[in-house]
C-alpha cells in the first residue's frame, strides 16, 4: 500500500492515481462500516437495518485492498534497484509512521482515562475493542506497544497490512526477476494456479480442513507458494499493460462484480445468520484472497484505466493524495467511528451513514495529514510517510 500511495515514478500515471484515490477512499468507507457490523450501541436502535447496511457496504468495498496491492505491482514491477537499496528506501518510508501510529492508536484508550472520558468513548473509535481496552490501563496499553514486534492489537487492527506490505517488499526482489523474465504465457500459468488458491478457505471450510498434503505438522499445501497476495501483485503488473476495449469491461465486467458482491454478500449474511460462528467463518466471505473479491477488484481496476482527467486540479489534487495517502491511511481509523456517530446524531438515513462519515473521516484525515506534513517538513517521512 505505501508504494501504492507516495509512489513517484519517472513518468506520471494518472489513471493509476484514480485507482489510488478509489482504493484509498473504499477502504475509508469500509472502516466506516465497522460501527455497523460491530454495533454495541443502544438495544432499543433498529439493529436489522444496522447489521443488513454494514453487511451491505462491507461486502461492496472489499477490493480496496486488492487495489491498492495491484498499485503496488503495477508500478514496481520488475523492480529496477538492487535489493539494498530497494529495502531501504521502501521499508524504512513504511516502518517508522507505522511505528509511530501503532504506540498513538494503542495509547488512546489510556489517554482517554487520563482526560477524564467514560470508558464506552473508545468504543465509538473502535467498536471492537473488548473489554480489556475499557479499563483505561496504562499496562493495557504497553502490553499492546510491546507486542507490536509480533503483530497488531485491537486498537489499531488497520496495521495488518503493514506487516503485510513489509512482507511483500521483501519478496518483491525475488519474484521481479521471475517477472521480468517470465513470458505472458507463464504469466497467465502463474495466474491461473493462484485462482486455483483463491478457493482454498472455502475448501478448508466446507470440504477439509487438509488439503492437499497439508496436515497437522505441514500448513506448506501444494499450491502454498502460489497463494496469496502476491497474485494481486502480479495482476496489477499484468493488468498494466493489457487493455480492455469499455464495451468488453462492461460486458464481462458489470457481471463479474454483481457475481462476486452476491457470494460476498449473500455468504456473510448467511455466516451472522448462524447462532453461534468462530471470527474465522465471519471473515471467511469477506476474504481479500477469494475469488469472489477478486471478480469485483477486476473490473474497477480495468474501469480507472480508462478515466480521462483533463482539469489539471484535479491532476494536482490527485498527485497530492499520492503524496498524503500513507498518512491519511495512518490516521483515519481515529475518525471513521465518531464519523459514524455523528452522521446517527444527525439522524442522517441509515443507508447513507456509512458512505456520508467516510467522506468526512477521508477529508479530516487528508486535512491533518496536509497540516502535519507543513508543520514537521523535512521529517515529515517519520510522522506520515
Avoid at 11 to 38: E, Q
Avoid at 254 to 271: D, W, Y
Avoid at 279 to 300: A, H, K, R
Wanted: glycine share 6%; charged share 15%; aromatic share 18%.
Amino acid at each position: 500500500m505505501k508504494e501504492a500511495l507516495i509512489s513517484k515514478p519517472s513518468k506520471h500515471i494518472v489513471w493509476l492515481d484514480v485507482v489510488r484515490l478509489v482504493a484509498m477512499f473504499t477502504v475509508v468507507c469500509c472502516h466506516s462500516a465497522d460501527p455497523f457490523n460491530f454495533y454495541a450501541g443502544d438495544p432499543t436502535a433498529d439493529i436489522a437495518s444496522i447489521k443488513y447496511w454494514g453487511a451491505i457496504y462491507g461486502s461492496l468495498l472489499r477490493p480496496c485492498v486488492p487495489l491498492f496491492v495491484m498499485i503496488t505491482g503495477a508500478l514496481l514491477l520488475p523492480v529496477k534497484e538492487e535489493s539494498g537499496p530497494f529495502y531501504k528506501k521502501r521499508i524504512s518510508r513504511v516502518f517508522w509512521p507505522f511505528l509511530v501510529w501503532s504506540v498513538l492508536y494503542n495509547l488512546f484508550p489510556w489517554l482517554t482515562g487520563v482526560l477524564g472520558f467514560e470508558p464506552d468513548v473508545i468504543l465509538t473509535f473502535f467498536p471492537y475493542a473488548g473489554e480489556d481496552v475499557t479499563r483505561q490501563a496504562l499496562t493495557v496499553s504497553l502490553g499492546y506497544i510491546g507486542q507490536i514486534p509480533m503483530n497488531f492489537s485491537v486498537v489499531d487492527v488497520h496495521m495488518w497490512y503493514i506487516y503485510l506490505l513489509i512482507g511483500l517488499y521483501l519478496y518483491m526482489p525475488i519474484f521481479s526477476a521471475w517477472v521480468e523474465k517470465a513470458s505472458e504465457k507463464a504469466k497467465l500459468w502463474f495466474l491461473l494456479g493462484w485462482s486455483v488458491t483463491l478457493f482454498v478457505p472455502y475448501l478448508r471450510e466446507y470440504v477439509n480442513p487438509y488439503i492437499w498434503g497439508a496436515c497437522s505438522w505441514n500448513e506448506f499445501y501444494m499450491l502454498y507458494y502460489f497463494a496469496g497476495f502476491n497474485g494481486y501483485l502480479l495482476l496489477g503488473h499484468y493488468l498494466r499493460h493489457h487493455d480492455w476495449s469499455l464495451s468488453k469491461i462492461l460486458l464481462a465486467g458489470i457481471p463479474m462484480f454483481v457475481v462476486g458482491f452476491g457470494v460476498t454478500f449473500a455468504g456473510f449474511r448467511h455466516i451472522t445468520s448462524l447462532p453461534e460462528f468462530t471470527e474465522e467463518q465471519l471473515e471467511l466471505f469477506f476474504y481479500y484472497c477469494s475469488p469472489n473479491v477478486v471478480m469485483m477488484t477486476i473490473p474497477i481496476f480495468l474501469l480507472c484505466k480508462k478515466v480521462e482527467i483533463r482539469s489539471v486540479w484535479i491532476q494536482k489534487a490527485l498527485a497530492n493524495l499520492t503524496v498524503c495517502g500513507f498518512g491519511v491511511y495512518m490516521i483515519h481509523y481515529f475518525f471513521t467511528g465518531p464519523s459514524v456517530a455523528l452522521m446517527r446524531t444527525l439522524h442522517v438515513p441509515i443507508c447513507l451513514q456509512i458512505p456520508l462519515a467516510a467522506v468526512l473521516a477521508f477529508a479530516v484525515s487528508w486535512a491533518l495529514v496536509l497540516l502535519i506534513r507543513r508543520l514537521t517538513g523535512k521529517t515529515a517521512k517519520y510522522w506520515v510517510g
